[in-house]
Antibody
């Protein structure tokens, strides 16, 4: 079955760069149509889509955060990495990664990882 | 920026029916598929409807989705409401660049 798990720091300081890793199993990111996306959720607030990387290495970013985000994949390790620069306390959130089906929707999600931005 | 607006909260008694709307800010909501995700407290979202009205295996047929082009809205209907349905629900579609957009979220309370 498909599983995803996020890992990374739980606390970062303002202005630092956040690096999160999504390690997955049960699918290959070289399969046509498949992708892995990142979504975040500030405490008590709505989901916000951040980025997505496709099987063919096409990368899509939220327009409002595009300048701060980089998404990459390592197909051999079954990992997707998201980096976000210049972190700010408003970036405090639970960060999720999710599997994108060939039809386009997000069917499996990781458990999420809470990242707090504070000095 | 394309946005999806949902009511902040809805509440109903067990056994009743609730409908959650998801209104697109521009364009035609019917031109892209809409998904619905359920998020129980402290848990990751799960899909309850995909491609406007399709249910993943394991999702009861009490959950149904529809599109109303006249109001540029999608709707999630939960019939035979159960206490386990108490959760936050998010719609999701795509903007003109095919990027993902989530709705503002609706808290469903089962009285």
């Amino acid at each position: 079955q498909i599983t995803l798990k996020e890992s990374g720091p739980t606390l970062v300081k303002p202005t630092q760069t956040l690096t999160l890793t999504c390690t997955f199993s049960g699918f290959s990111l070289s399969t046509s149509g498949v992708g892995v996306g990142w979504i975040r959720q500030p405490p008590g607030k709505a989901l916000e889509w951040l980025a997505l990387i496709y099987w063919d290495d096409d990368k899509r970013y939220s327009p409002s955060l595009k300048s701060r985000l980089t998404i990459t994949k390592d197909t051999s390790k079954n990992q997707v990495v998201l980096t976000m620069t210049n972190m700010d306390p408003v970036d405090t959130a639970t960060y999720y990664c999710a599997h994108r089906t060939g039809d386009g929707y997000l069917d499996y999600w990781g458990q999420g990882t809470l990242v707090t931005v504070s000095s | 920026n394309f946005m999806l607006t949902q009511p902040h909260s809805v509440s109903e008694s067990p056994g009743k029916t609730v409908t959650i709307s998801c209104t697109g800010s521009s364009g035609s909501i019917a031109s892209n598929y809409v998904q619905w995700y359920q998020q129980r407290p402290g848990s990751a979202p799960t899909t309850v409807i995909y491609e406007d009205n399709q249910r993943p295996s394991g999702v009861p047929d009490r959950f149904s989705g529809s599109i109303d082009s006249s109001s540029n809205s999608a709707s999630l209907t939960i019939s035979g409401l159960k206490t386990e349905d108490e959760a936050d629900y998010y719609c999701q579609s795509y903007d003109s660049s095919s990027d993902y957009v989530f709705g503002t979220g609706t808290k469903v309370t089962v009285l």
